[in-house]
């Protein structure tokens, strides 16, 4: 699972309910500047610091976001993202080596709201 500053800067960029639903929050008492990373009972993970919490959707949730929910259509999701993947997105994933999540979050975000990360926010396609 990616919990690395770059994922966490990628989801915390995007739309604040996307994933599967608000976190819970951990019990307990946060401490000035610091992070914490919480995964639950389900095994979903949670980001959180003082102001803000939100999902850190793992590679399987993305996967059912971008439309993989299964057998059927995973061989056509999979040729799709492979297209996007070794297309227009290749150059960017060279330069910052991105995990798997980021690649699938990156994916989901270009399919379902037509953003793009420029390495610092979303924007939509063409600005």
């Not at 307990?28 to 980001?47: E, P, R, S």
């Not at 259509?73 to 996007?84: C, G, H, M």
């Not at 960017?92 to 989901?108: I, N």
Request: glycine share 8%; proline share 3%; with cysteine.
């Amino acid at each position: 699972m990616d919990t690395s500053e770059q994922y966490i800067k990628m989801r915390k960029m995007a739309i604040p309910n996307l994933g599967m639903g608000i976190p819970p929050g951990p019990s307990g008492t946060f401490l000035d500047g610091v992070m914490y990373v919480w995964v639950d009972n389900k095994g979903d993970w949670y980001y959180f610091t003082e102001t803000e919490a939100f999902q850190l959707e793992r590679q399987d949730q993305l996967q059912a976001m971008a439309g993989y929910r299964d057998h059927e259509n995973s061989y056509a999701l999979l040729k799709t993202f492979e297209r996007w993947v070794t297309g227009e997105c290749l150059e960017d994933a060279r330069k910052t080596q991105w995990s798997m999540e980021q690649l699938w979050f990156a994916f989901v975000m270009k399919e379902n709201y037509r953003k793009l990360w420029n390495g610092e926010d979303w924007m939509k396609e063409g600005e």
